[in-house]
T-cell receptor
Framework: AQSVAQPEDQVNVAEGNPLTVKCTYS??????LFWYVQYPNRGLQFLLK??????LVKGSYGFEAEFNKSQTSFHLKKPSALVSDSALYFC?????????????FGPGTRLSVLP | DAGVTQSPTHLIKTRGQQVTLRCSPK?????VSWYQQALGQGPQFIFQ???????QRGNFPDRFSGHQFPNYSSELNVNALLLGDSALYLC????????????FGPGTRLTVL
Protein backbone atom coordinates (compact mmCIF):
# COMPACT_ATOMS: atom_id res chain seq x y z
CA ALA A 1 0.00 0.00 0.00
CA GLN A 2 1.12 3.52 -0.69
CA SER A 3 1.90 5.91 2.13
CA VAL A 4 3.40 9.35 2.60
CA ALA A 5 5.03 10.81 5.70
CA GLN A 6 5.71 14.45 6.39
CA PRO A 7 7.73 14.32 9.59
CA GLU A 8 7.32 17.97 10.53
CA ASP A 9 3.94 19.41 11.45
CA GLN A 10 5.35 22.92 11.36
CA VAL A 11 8.36 24.58 9.75
CA ASN A 12 9.38 28.10 10.64
CA VAL A 13 11.87 30.05 8.54
CA ALA A 14 12.91 33.68 8.31
CA GLU A 15 12.13 35.60 5.13
CA GLY A 16 15.03 35.41 2.70
CA ASN A 17 16.39 32.17 4.15
CA PRO A 18 16.24 28.86 2.31
CA LEU A 19 13.40 26.53 3.22
CA THR A 20 12.97 22.75 3.14
CA VAL A 21 9.78 20.81 3.70
CA LYS A 22 10.39 17.09 4.07
CA CYS A 23 8.52 14.17 2.56
CA THR A 24 9.18 10.44 2.53
CA TYR A 25 7.07 7.85 0.77
CA SER A 26 6.40 4.16 0.47
CA UNK A 27 5.17 2.66 -2.79
CA UNK A 28 6.00 -0.37 -4.85
CA UNK A 29 7.87 0.39 -8.02
CA UNK A 30 8.73 3.83 -9.30
CA UNK A 31 6.40 6.44 -7.87
CA UNK A 32 4.84 9.57 -9.23
CA LEU A 33 5.39 12.29 -6.62
CA PHE A 34 3.70 15.65 -6.19
CA TRP A 35 3.67 18.75 -4.04
CA TYR A 36 0.56 20.85 -3.51
CA VAL A 37 0.04 24.02 -1.49
CA GLN A 38 -3.12 25.04 0.32
CA TYR A 39 -3.89 28.56 1.44
CA PRO A 40 -6.56 29.18 4.13
CA ASN A 41 -10.08 28.19 3.06
CA ARG A 42 -8.85 27.26 -0.41
CA GLY A 43 -8.36 24.11 -2.46
CA LEU A 44 -5.03 22.55 -3.30
CA GLN A 45 -2.79 24.25 -5.81
CA PHE A 46 -0.32 22.17 -7.85
CA LEU A 47 3.35 23.12 -7.37
CA LEU A 48 5.42 20.43 -9.07
CA LYS A 49 5.75 16.75 -9.84
CA UNK A 50 8.35 14.08 -10.40
CA UNK A 51 7.60 11.40 -12.97
CA UNK A 52 10.97 10.36 -14.32
CA UNK A 53 14.29 11.84 -15.37
CA UNK A 54 16.27 14.52 -13.55
CA UNK A 55 16.05 14.12 -9.80
CA LEU A 56 15.77 17.88 -9.31
CA VAL A 57 12.37 19.14 -10.38
CA LYS A 58 11.52 22.81 -10.74
CA GLY A 59 8.00 24.08 -10.22
CA SER A 60 5.88 27.15 -9.66
CA TYR A 61 6.82 30.23 -7.60
CA GLY A 62 10.51 29.31 -7.38
CA PHE A 63 9.94 25.99 -5.63
CA GLU A 64 11.92 22.88 -6.48
CA ALA A 65 12.06 19.35 -5.13
CA GLU A 66 14.70 16.67 -5.06
CA PHE A 67 13.83 13.04 -5.62
CA ASN A 68 16.07 10.58 -3.77
CA LYS A 69 15.21 7.00 -4.59
CA SER A 70 17.58 5.40 -2.09
CA GLN A 71 16.12 7.45 0.76
CA THR A 72 12.58 7.34 -0.65
CA SER A 73 12.34 11.07 -0.16
CA PHE A 74 11.00 14.01 -2.12
CA HIS A 75 11.85 17.17 -0.17
CA LEU A 76 10.47 20.53 -1.25
CA LYS A 77 12.92 23.42 -1.32
CA LYS A 78 13.14 27.10 -2.10
CA PRO A 79 16.37 29.15 -2.03
CA SER A 80 14.81 32.29 -0.55
CA ALA A 81 11.52 32.19 1.36
CA LEU A 82 8.83 34.85 1.10
CA VAL A 83 6.22 35.74 3.71
CA SER A 84 3.61 34.91 1.07
CA ASP A 85 4.89 31.31 1.00
CA SER A 86 3.27 30.77 4.40
CA ALA A 87 0.69 28.03 3.84
CA LEU A 88 -0.02 24.33 4.26
CA TYR A 89 2.04 22.03 2.05
CA PHE A 90 1.06 18.51 1.05
CA CYS A 91 3.20 15.81 -0.48
CA UNK A 92 1.36 13.15 -2.50
CA UNK A 93 2.25 9.90 -4.20
CA UNK A 94 0.59 7.96 -6.97
CA UNK A 95 1.42 4.42 -7.94
CA UNK A 96 1.82 4.47 -11.73
CA UNK A 97 0.36 0.97 -11.82
CA UNK A 98 -2.77 2.22 -10.06
CA UNK A 99 -5.50 2.16 -12.64
CA UNK A 100 -7.67 4.58 -10.74
CA UNK A 101 -4.94 7.18 -10.57
CA UNK A 102 -5.84 8.23 -7.06
CA UNK A 103 -3.39 10.12 -4.92
CA UNK A 104 -2.29 9.33 -1.38
CA PHE A 105 -1.52 12.50 0.55
CA GLY A 106 0.66 13.14 3.53
CA PRO A 107 -0.73 14.87 6.63
CA GLY A 108 0.63 18.24 5.61
CA THR A 109 3.30 20.61 6.91
CA ARG A 110 2.46 24.16 7.92
CA LEU A 111 5.11 26.58 6.72
CA SER A 112 5.45 29.92 8.47
CA VAL A 113 7.79 32.48 6.97
CA LEU A 114 8.58 35.19 9.47
CA PRO A 115 9.35 38.75 8.31
CA ASP B 1 -9.81 28.71 -19.28
CA ALA B 2 -12.03 27.86 -16.32
CA GLY B 3 -10.51 25.70 -13.67
CA VAL B 4 -12.31 23.21 -11.48
CA THR B 5 -15.44 24.67 -9.93
CA GLN B 6 -17.44 23.40 -6.98
CA SER B 7 -20.77 24.31 -5.45
CA PRO B 8 -21.89 25.25 -2.95
CA THR B 9 -19.02 26.89 -1.11
CA HIS B 10 -20.41 26.20 2.33
CA LEU B 11 -23.18 23.96 3.59
CA ILE B 12 -24.68 23.31 7.00
CA LYS B 13 -26.72 20.18 7.62
CA THR B 14 -28.00 18.24 10.61
CA ARG B 15 -27.33 14.64 11.48
CA GLY B 16 -29.30 12.15 9.42
CA GLN B 17 -29.84 14.49 6.49
CA GLN B 18 -28.61 13.95 2.97
CA VAL B 19 -26.36 16.28 0.96
CA THR B 20 -25.33 16.69 -2.67
CA LEU B 21 -22.14 18.44 -3.71
CA ARG B 22 -21.36 19.39 -7.29
CA CYS B 23 -18.20 19.68 -9.36
CA SER B 24 -17.38 20.84 -12.88
CA PRO B 25 -13.99 19.70 -14.15
CA LYS B 26 -11.36 21.78 -15.83
CA UNK B 27 -11.94 22.25 -19.54
CA UNK B 28 -10.69 19.24 -21.47
CA UNK B 29 -10.71 16.91 -18.48
CA UNK B 30 -12.93 13.85 -18.35
CA UNK B 31 -12.03 12.33 -14.98
CA VAL B 32 -13.25 13.53 -11.61
CA SER B 33 -11.98 12.42 -8.21
CA TRP B 34 -13.45 13.32 -4.83
CA TYR B 35 -11.51 13.74 -1.61
CA GLN B 36 -12.49 14.41 2.00
CA GLN B 37 -10.21 16.65 4.02
CA ALA B 38 -10.95 16.66 7.74
CA LEU B 39 -9.64 19.53 9.81
CA GLY B 40 -5.89 19.30 10.27
CA GLN B 41 -5.47 16.31 7.97
CA GLY B 42 -4.49 15.56 4.41
CA PRO B 43 -7.13 14.79 1.79
CA GLN B 44 -8.48 11.23 1.77
CA PHE B 45 -9.57 9.66 -1.52
CA ILE B 46 -13.29 8.87 -1.73
CA PHE B 47 -13.78 7.72 -5.34
CA GLN B 48 -13.06 8.52 -8.96
CA UNK B 49 -15.37 8.73 -11.96
CA UNK B 50 -14.44 8.19 -15.58
CA UNK B 51 -16.79 7.65 -18.51
CA UNK B 52 -19.73 8.00 -16.14
CA UNK B 53 -18.65 5.03 -14.05
CA UNK B 54 -16.95 4.70 -10.68
CA UNK B 55 -13.45 3.55 -11.56
CA GLN B 56 -11.97 3.25 -8.09
CA ARG B 57 -13.14 3.73 -4.53
CA GLY B 58 -11.35 4.52 -1.31
CA ASN B 59 -12.20 3.29 2.16
CA PHE B 60 -15.52 5.08 2.57
CA PRO B 61 -18.92 3.57 3.43
CA ASP B 62 -21.76 3.16 0.98
CA ARG B 63 -23.38 6.29 2.41
CA PHE B 64 -21.02 8.07 0.05
CA SER B 65 -22.11 7.77 -3.55
CA GLY B 66 -21.51 9.67 -6.72
CA HIS B 67 -22.45 10.25 -10.28
CA GLN B 68 -20.82 11.59 -13.41
CA PHE B 69 -22.82 13.19 -16.17
CA PRO B 70 -22.18 13.09 -19.95
CA ASN B 71 -20.61 16.58 -19.75
CA TYR B 72 -18.10 15.14 -17.22
CA SER B 73 -19.47 17.10 -14.27
CA SER B 74 -19.97 15.12 -11.12
CA GLU B 75 -21.97 14.94 -7.91
CA LEU B 76 -21.06 13.56 -4.52
CA ASN B 77 -23.97 12.41 -2.37
CA VAL B 78 -23.74 11.62 1.30
CA ASN B 79 -26.70 10.00 3.07
CA ALA B 80 -27.47 9.73 6.77
CA LEU B 81 -24.98 12.41 7.69
CA LEU B 82 -22.84 11.96 10.79
CA LEU B 83 -21.02 14.59 12.80
CA GLY B 84 -17.78 13.04 11.54
CA ASP B 85 -18.69 13.86 7.97
CA SER B 86 -17.92 17.51 8.68
CA ALA B 87 -14.99 18.32 6.40
CA LEU B 88 -13.79 20.12 3.29
CA TYR B 89 -14.79 18.11 0.25
CA LEU B 90 -12.44 18.56 -2.67
CA CYS B 91 -13.01 17.70 -6.27
CA UNK B 92 -10.08 17.12 -8.61
CA UNK B 93 -10.08 16.68 -12.35
CA UNK B 94 -7.63 15.13 -14.76
CA UNK B 95 -7.39 13.74 -18.24
CA UNK B 96 -8.19 10.06 -17.81
CA UNK B 97 -6.40 9.01 -20.93
CA UNK B 98 -2.95 9.53 -19.59
CA UNK B 99 -2.32 12.86 -17.93
CA UNK B 100 -0.91 12.50 -14.49
CA UNK B 101 -1.60 15.69 -12.57
CA UNK B 102 -4.88 16.29 -10.77
CA UNK B 103 -6.17 19.84 -10.48
CA PHE B 104 -8.29 20.73 -7.50
CA GLY B 105 -11.29 22.95 -7.01
CA PRO B 106 -11.75 25.31 -4.06
CA GLY B 107 -13.77 22.76 -2.11
CA THR B 108 -17.12 22.67 -0.32
CA ARG B 109 -17.05 23.12 3.44
CA LEU B 110 -19.69 20.82 4.97
CA THR B 111 -20.67 21.28 8.59
CA VAL B 112 -22.90 18.67 10.21
CA LEU B 113 -24.61 19.74 13.44
Amino acid sequence: AQSVAQPEDQVNVAEGNPLTVKCTYSVSGNPYLFWYVQYPNRGLQFLLKYITGDNLVKGSYGFEAEFNKSQTSFHLKKPSALVSDSALYFCAVRDPNNYGQNFVFGPGTRLSVLP
Amino acid sequence: DAGVTQSPTHLIKTRGQQVTLRCSPKSGHDTVSWYQQALGQGPQFIFQYYEEEERQRGNFPDRFSGHQFPNYSSELNVNALLLGDSALYLCASSDGTGAITQYFGPGTRLTVL
